[in-house]
């Protein structure tokens, strides 16, 4: 039978406990999705939508087409690319063979956001048994098992599997440390250059450009760098942890995946407007120039969140910015995955200039935002050091630096 049914759970703000918002049945044959709040639910006086964009609090069921039948806050939650192999090698099966409820049923308490999927109104809330960053050497060996195409232990798979709808495809998991959650993100086995402590340099740089980061550390296990990205959607208290509501850049826009000619940072400030304030509009300006400068090509609409307090959406954290290698002599003309201005996902300073009015901002602020990325960006180089990479890493990450040592004229 292709319909299944499973139950939403949501974390009302200040609660460590989720209830029950209502009925989710997916039809995996037809890739159609829909739901159905819960009169009990609707009834409460602090409810909120578990999709804010796509589910506003109603009685009638509405349908979504998108992403598999997926609501975009549902896929928010959902395993991500990695998280599925973890997943699928738990269960000893390919993971085009796994359903999407499949999916959404075994991620667990670690997930991102303040949703839960269950067979059930009663089915039992999930334990949050992260492991102790202590055990991360456990851990990293089983994720190059399953690099590798290996079997592993089902208890270390286990504690791998904490934490996989955030990050995209690089082995990582959710660790406990210092009374927070944190993304751990470990080598993969085909590096050849040292990433973790490339996204902890950028992530850095990012920071000292004026663009709010969550905190991140960078430890070692044995000879391998692990990066540390604290996670912003928990917050630990005295009954547990609570949870704040995350939607993707995608899922604010609605957008399926597929769907790659829709993506464009100028309709996702469009739609902010709508939801925050204007200074937030220009830090999505001044991360698109970041991640040209840096040439981050994997800057696509999940790699952009909302977070949801309450009645009150903002953009979260930055996350996931690493630049793309190229090699020397190749060109420095590029593209990145959504379209910046005019010329569309052409990477340069003049084209992400063309759409600025739409961010809230004249040509000269865009420009001078444009200028101080500049400046602060230009001697990354003995920046990178100074965050521990080594001289040969730095010579191959210069071809894709080249915008941070050029002069802007508007």
Known sequence: ?????????????????AVPAGIFTHDSDAGIGSFAYGHKYIERENALPVDPVALPLGDTPIAVSTNGGLYGAFRDAAPDYWGRLVIAAEAKLHPEALSEIYFLLAGNAT?????????????????????????????????????????????????????????????????????????????????????????????KLAEKCGIQIPEVRLIQNGDKDIFLTRRFDREKSENGWKRKGFISSLSLMQWDERDRLLWNYA?????MRRHMAPTRIHE?????????LVRNTDDHPR?????????????????????????????????????????????????????SARFGLSPDAAADI?????????????????????NDDVVVLAPSLFFCGQSFRP
């Not at 039978?1 to 406990?17: D, H, N, Q, W």
């Not at 999505?284 to 040209?292: A, G, P, V, Y």
């Open 1 to 17: 039978m292709a319909e299944k049914k499973i139950v939403v759970f949501i974390y009302l703000p200040g609660e460590t406990v």
């Open 267 to 271: 309709s996702i400030a469009d739609n």
């Open 111 to 203: 997930r991102v956001g303040n949703l839960d999927f269950r067979i059930s109104p009663e089915t039992p809330e999930p334990s949050l048994v992260p492991p102790h960053f202590n055990q991360l050497d456990r851990i990293i060996e089983v994720a190059g098992k399953i690099e590798a195409g290996e079997e592993a232990e089902n208890h270390l798979l286990q504690l791998l599997r904490q934490g996989t709808s955030m990050g995209g495809a690089r082995p990582k998991c959710t660790v406990e440390w210092e009374d927070a959650l944190w993304i751990a993100k470990f080598p993969a086995k085909d590096d050849t250059l040292n990433i973790p402590r490339i996204e902890y340099a950028t992530m």
């Open 370 to 390: 444009i200028k101080k990325l500049q400046a602060s960006t230009k001697n990354w180089q003995d920046f990178f050091r100074q965050c521990g990479l080594n």
């Open 303 to 355: 790699n952009h969140g909302m977070l949801i307090d309450g009645d009150n959406m903002t953009l979260s954290p930055a996350y996931d910015i690493v630049p793309s290698i190229t090699r020397s002599g190749i060109g420095t003309s590029f593209r990145i995955a959504m379209s910046v201005g005019i010329q569309g996902r052409e990477a340069n300073l003049d084209n992400a200039m063309s759409y």
């Open 284 to 292: 999505l300006f001044r991360r698109m120039i970041f991640n040209i």
